[in-house]
T-cell receptor, first 113, second 115 residues
Framework: AQSVAQPEDQVNVAEGNPLTVKCTYS??????LFWYVQYPNRGLQFLLK??????LVKGSYGFEAEFNKSQTSFHLKKPSALVSDSALYFC???????????FGKGTRLSVIA | DAGVIQSPRHEVTEMGQEVTLRCKPI?????LFWYRQTMMRGLELLIY????????DSGMPEDRFSAKMPNASFSTLKIQPSEPRDSAVYFC?????????????FGPGTRLTVT
């Protein structure tokens, strides 16, 4: 069975500093990995995905994520955080079959001015 | 495209009443998912459809919950009778498997309050 772990419920970072939101996964075979962001009273918005190819994936709003197969991780990163990045972030995984995404519990990012 | 459309955005009802939530997926998408989000349990998958056929409804909490997808552009999630513990935000999402697209696109959600 597939699973995702987001070990931090909350991440606090100062505006302008780099940010990292951690995600590790478990899946049989090669994974498809995703990051979503949820702003208050909104649905989840797709940020980026890793399917195959380059381990560093670039997505929306300046976010990127690095796929590390040996560590089964897919951490979300941004070089310089903005206050407007404050939101709830979800990591998700699926295997190569026709299965739905399995979501982590989410990490709340707070960027402080 | 307008994205995934859900209605109503907010629903307040009394315990015992029937509630129907509606979803219009993105045109051309062949998968549709219903999720429930609460503070306690996070994001839970309730049921999903492929080409209008229910594939897995193991996440549906009880027989009080039912979902249908009569055609490619419409789905409903019904709760009958509703209970206070059903209060949550219900999301619909759709995805397209052709062309290597696997990400799901979410609607804005329906916030359900059962008093």
């Amino acid at each position: 069975a597939q699973s995702v772990a987001q070990p931090e419920d909350q991440v606090n970072v100062a505006e302008g500093n780099p940010l990292t939101v951690k995600c590790t996964y478990s899946v049989s075979g090669n994974p498809y990995l995703f990051w979503y962001v949820q702003y208050p009273n909104r649905g989840l918005q797709f940020l980026l995905k890793y399917i195959t190819g380059d381990n560093l994936v670039k997505g929306s709003y300046g976010f990127e994520a690095e796929f590390n197969k040996s560590q089964t991780s897919f951490h979300l990163k941004k070089p310089s955080a903005l206050v407007s990045d404050s939101a709830l972030y979800f990591c998700a995984v699926r295997d190569r079959g026709n299965t739905p995404l399995v979501f982590g519990k989410g990490t709340r990012l707070s960027v402080i001015a | 495209d307008a994205g995934v459309i859900q209605s109503p955005r907010h629903e307040v009802t009394e315990m015992g009443q029937e509630v129907t939530l509606r979803c219009k997926p993105i045109s051309g998408h062949d998968y549709l998912f219903w999720y429930r989000q609460t503070m306690m349990r996070g994001l839970e998958l309730l049921i999903y459809f492929n080409n209008n056929v229910p594939i897995d409804d193991s996440g549906m909490p009880e027989d009080r919950f039912s979902a249908k997808m009569p055609n490619a552009s419409f789905s409903t999630l019904k709760i009958q009778p509703s209970e206070p513990r059903d209060s949550a935000v219900y999301f619909c999402a759709s995805s397209q498997t052709s062309g290597g697209h696997y990400e799901q696109y979410f609607g804005p959600g329906t916030r359900l309050t059962v008093t």
